[in-house]
Each structure stands twice: as structure tokens, then as C-alpha cells.
């Protein structure tokens, strides 16, 4: 099974429309991510959470919410979808302290807002 | 400011040939982390490594090696004897220690091995 899984993996939706992304780990990580990307371009990061009872805003935080449901779980919604958040998103965990220092990506979740 | 350039935007070359993704970064901090990640034409992203700014030791894992030099901000990723699974878009990315939550992309290079 893959350490981190996302659902869905594709989604289309309207402007408008309240969505919720998942993601799920079996890596026992502390530090979860959600990142997108656009085409042509690197990862941005939305938010992070260092513990579930740590949320933090990323770069881009402005029009996302996130839940730290369990420190396996961490959901990113967007709360009235529109066009530009029309992307390619990543779940990631980390334990970069460990000596093996490693992020362990999820396969990704493609969204269209139309 | 922080930033990270991958110059290469496309390279092409012939299986089992060597090849060189360069990245160069900015940045004022004296204690920084330095990511290379790798992306398959299926999507996913997959973590190769991180190296801190104090060990400039460069890195050997099977066919992929890391030059890391800090006299010209540069971490170089050379993949030896290259091979179709090789192709991807491959990036370069930096973050100031201990904040996980700044970690700047570049903007990648594509790499294509051609059989």
C-alpha cells in the first residue's frame, strides 16, 4: 500500500462549489503538507501542519482551509472553488529531522474548476 | 529574498549518455537546506535528496551524484549512464533551516532520454 494516498485523484467542479481534498498517511509522520502546482512551475505550499494541533499558512493559504482530522489525515478544502485554483495538488509528509531526512509525496490530485 | 534557478528549461540526450541538471540559488541565510525532486510523466513527485549548507561533501546514490559548491551557489545533479526512466522533470529547491514551511521551487528542468 502507498504511504500516503489522496482522493480524490481527479475532480471536476464548478465555480462556486465547497470541495474537500483528502490525505492519508501510514508513515506515523508528525509534519504534513498541501502543495500545488500550476503548469510550467514549482510546488507552492498552501498550509502545513507540524502536529494536529498545529496549523500553519503557507504561501498561498488565501481562499483554502485545512483540517488536521488525526495525525494520519489532513484535509484541505476550498471553500467557494473558482478557475485559478485550477491545479495539480500534493499531499506530503516529512520527518526531516530523522536521519534518513525524507518527504514522501502523495500520487496528486488534479482539479478543473470550471 | 530566497530563489532558485534551474536555467535548463528543456535537455534531450541519447540513452546511456551522462547528463547534468544545474541549479543555482540565492539566498542570505548561512544555514539552508538543498532539495532535488524528481517528476514522472505520471505526476508523481518523489523526494531525492536533502543536503545542508554545511556539508559541502558531494553525494553518490547509484547512478545520480550532487556537487554541491558553495563558492558558486551551486547543487549540481548529474545522472550517470542515463536510461528512459530517467525522463522526468526534475527540481531543484531551497529552504532556510529549520523552515520546512519555506521551501522555494525552481522551475524545473524537463529531461528527455531518447532510446
Known sequence: DADVTQTPRNRITKTGKRIMLECSQTKGHDRMYWYRQDPGLGLRLIYYSFDVKDINKGEISDGYSVSRQAQAKFSLSLESAIPNQTALYFCATSDLR???ETQYFGPGTRLLVL | AQKV???????SVVEKEDVTLDCVYET?????YLFWYKQPPSGELVFLIRRNSFD??????GRYSWNF????SSFNFTITASQVVDSAVYFCALSEAGRDDKII???GTRLHILP
Do not use: H, L, M, V
Not at chain 2, 28 to 32: F, H, K, P
Not at chain 2, 56 to 61: D, F, G, H, K, V
Open chain 2, 5 to 11: 534557478t534551474q536555467a535548463q528549461t528543456e535537455i
Open chain 1, 98 to 100: 530523522a536521519p534518513e
Open chain 2, 56 to 61: 559541502e561533501q558531494n553525494e553518490i546514490s
Open chain 2, 28 to 32: 542570505r541565510d548561512t544555514t539552508y
Open chain 2, 105 to 107: 521551487f525552481g522551475k
Open chain 2, 69 to 72: 559548491q558553495k563558492s558558486t
